[in-house]
C-alpha cells in the first residue's frame, strides 16, 4: 500500500453529497450495491476522506499527515476488518497464529469472531487529535452468526466518535438486526459511458464487450478480461450457434473443452446465456452477449420457455456446488446435454 484509496470517477458527486453532511454523520453505515462496481474502493475512500485534517469538498486532500498515514497503510484511527485470505490478496502478509499448530494453515475465508473483539482495546485509545475513528469490514457476510453478534454488540453502544463502513453486495443476506443497527448507502451501477471510458483508461481492448459480459459492472468487467480470453469465450459461441441450428449438435468435443476450464467459470457463461435467452423470450434486448444476439434469439423462440427456467434454475444450483464434481468428464457432459435439450425446438403435437 503507498496510495491514498481514492474514489471511482462515478462515485465522486454521491461521495461528496454523502461526506459533506459528516457534522449528523451516522456511526455505521452499510454500503451495498452489485459485484463489481467498486464498493470496497468506495468505503476505503470514504475512511480515507473522514480521516482526512482539511477535507476539500467532503473529500480527502492527499497531503495533510493523516492523508500520509492513510496512503502507507499506517493511520491508527484505521482499521480494516476482512478474512484473512482477502487481506493476503491485497499483498498483506497474515499474522500467523502458532499457539494453535506449527502446520500452516489456509488462511481464513471468514471475518472471525477473534477480529472483532480486538476492537474493544481499539475502542479505549484515545483518536489522533479527537478525530474520528473508522472501521472498513467487508465483505460483511464473510461475519459468521458469532462475528455478526459480535459486530451487532459493538453498534448496539457505539464507541463514540467511530464510524463502521460495512460492504455488502446484498443486505437480504445478513444478519438482520445488524442491517437494522445501520443507514444504508446503495451505490448503484454506474452509467455506460462512464464505466467505458473508465475501461478504456485502465488499457482494457474490447470494453464494450466485456462490460457487457460483466452486466454492467465495470471492476467485474476488468476482472473477466484479465482472466478469460475473450467476452464471449469460443466454445459458447460454438454452443450457441449449434443450439439455434437445425441440425442437432454434437456436444461432445465442447464437452471435452470445458472440461478443462474451472466449473464456476463455464456455469457463469451458461448462466448468463440463459439470461439472455430468457430476455429474448420476454422479447427484451439481451443484456451479456450481444453478439450472440441472433442465435440467442432463435433459441428463444423454439424452446420451451418452461425449460429453460428449469435449467436455468439447475444451473443456479450447481453454481453454489461447482467446487468439486465428483467426475468433471461426466459433469460437464451432463451439463451440456441438459443445457441442449433445454434450448431444443419444442416438438409439434
Ligand atoms: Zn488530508
Given at each position: ?100 499448530s ?22 479505549n485509545?484515545?483518536?489522533?487529535r ?28 457505539p464507541?463514540e ?32 459511458a462512464?464505466?467505458?471510458?473508465w ?23 476488468k ?20 443450439l ?50 441472433s ?7 423454439q424452446?420451451?420457455?418452461?425449460h ?8 443456479t ?5 461447482a467446487?468439486?464434481?465428483?467426475n ?22
Open positions: 500500500m503507498s496510495a491514498l484509496p481514492d474514489f471511482l470517477p462515478w462515485q465522486r458527486e454521491l461521495a461528496q453529497q454523502w461526506l459533506n453532511q459528516r457534522e449528523r454523520f451516522a456511526h455505521a453505515w452499510l454500503l451495498h450495491g452489485l459485484p463489481g462496481i467498486g464498493k470496497k474502493q468506495f468505503a476505503l475512500a470514504a475512511a480515507a476522506s473522514l480521516l482526512c485534517e482539511q477535507p476539500a469538498n467532503g473529500l480527502a486532500c492527499g497531503t495533510c499527515p493523516a492523508c500520509l498515514w492513510v496512503a502507507g497503510g499506517n493511520h491508527p484511527d484505521l482499521r480494516r476488518i476482512r478474512p484473512d485470505a482477502v487481506a493476503q490478496e491485497e499483498g498483506v502478509a497474515v499474522e500467523e497464529d502458532t499457539s494453535v506449527t502446520v500452516k494453515k489456509t488462511p481464513s475465508r471468514d471475518i472471525r469472531v477473534e477480529q472483532l473483539r480486538a476492537l474493544g482495546s481499539w475502542f485509545t484515545a483518536t489522533h479527537g478525530g474520528w475513528r473508522v472501521a472498513v469490514l467487508y465483505p460483511a457476510r464473510a461475519m459468521n452468526m458469532i462475528a455478526a453478534n459480535a459486530l451487532l454488540k459493538v453498534l448496539e453502544e464507541p466518535h467511530t464510524v463502521f463502513l460495512l460492504v455488502a453486495d446484498a443486505p437480504d443476506r445478513l444478519l438482520p438486526t445488524l442491517v437494522s443497527r445501520c443507514r444504508r448507502l446503495p451505490l448503484p451501477v454506474p452509467d455506460p462512464q464505466s467505458l471510458a475501461l478504456q483508461a485502465e488499457q482494457v481492448s474490447r470494453a464494450d464487450e466485456w462490460l457487457a459480459a460483466a452486466g454492467g459492472a465495470p471492476l467485474l468487467a476482472a473477466l478480461s484479465l482472466s478469460n480470453d475473450s467476452p464471449c469465450p469460443d466454445w459458447l459461441q460454438q454452443l450457441t450457434k449449434g439455434a441450428g437445425s441440425a442437432t449438435s454434437d456436444i461432445g468435443p465442447l464437452a471435452d473443452q470445458i472440461e478443462k476450464l474451472a466449473p464456476d467459470a463455464w456455469i457463469d457463461s451458461l448462466q448468463r446465456l440463459f439470461v439472455d435467452i430468457l430476455l429474448a423470450a420476454s422479447e427484451a434486448q439481451v443484456r451479456y452477449y450481444p453478439a450472440l444476439e442465435h440467442i434469439n432463435t433459441i428463444a423462440a424452446a420451451s420457455r418452461q429453460l427456467g428449469d435449467t436455468a434454475r439447475w444451473l444450483q450447481q453454481r453454489r456446488i467446487g468439486h464434481p465428483l468433471a468428464k461426466l459433469f460437464t457432459h451432463s451439463a451440456l446435454q441438459r443445457v441442449a435439450l433445454a434450448c431444443n425446438p419444442v416438438r409439434q403435437p
